[in-house]
């Protein structure tokens, strides 16, 4: 099983949006709507963002949002701030009870 | 609230077997709603799953590591375990255990850092 592929980093100004993208395959993304986003600061256990494709768990800002089209999942984060910087993950169900994850994408808040 | 910890040697030798165990409180591992998972990740790296147990020992595990890879529950102790066989350096990682819910691992616990060398 191959990991999502992600860019390494992605950026903007306080304020602005940035889309984070998280392809796959057939097997994994687009097959099954169970992409997960984490966000992981330094140092620190990753934490869950959003989960099944759009849902944001109890707490996480709706300044987050996801999405998907075909084998491609997307991560929005909205009227950026500084805390928001942080490394985040998608992740994937994949076919025969497979998990997998991206590389990661290293968000910079200018 | 639910936390989980893991424990077990910060050192492992080349070719030895790396043990670890997630200890579960403020909930129970014998949820029927809930699979328990361990997940790693090499220093300045990404995130890798290796494998997932119900409490009832149903087993899935990364098929890139799935030849060395066991995990088991102890319900009664509240912890599930991880052993990885015949460990290289690539085995070094923060490991991580998590509970999932879904499809998702929702609550983490704060990672170890398991080094291996000789």
Known sequence: ?110 | QLQLQESGPGLVKPSETLSLTCSVSGGFISSSSYYWGWIRQPPGKGLEWIGTIYYSGSTYYSPSLKSRVTMSVDTSKNQFSLKLTSVTAADTAVYYCARQRGYSFNYWGQGTLVTVSS
Request: charged residues 15%; hydrophobic residues 25%.
């Open chain 1, 1 to 110: 099983q191959s990991a999502l592929t992600q860019p390494p980093s992605a950026s903007g100004s306080p304020g602005q949006s940035v889309t984070i993208s998280c392809t796959g395959t057939s097997s994994d993304v687009g097959g099954y709507n169970y992409v997960s986003w984490y966000q992981q600061h330094p140092g620190k256990a990753p934490k869950l963002m959003i989960y099944e494709v759009t849902k944001r768990p109890s707490g996480v800002p709706d300044r987050f949002s996801g999405s998907k089209s075909g084998n491609t999942a997307s991560l929005t984060v909205s009227g950026l701030q500084a805390e928001d910087e942080a490394d985040y993950y998608c992740s994937s169900y994949a076919v025969n009870n497979n998990w997998v994850f991206g590389g990661g994408t290293k968000l910079t808040v200018l």
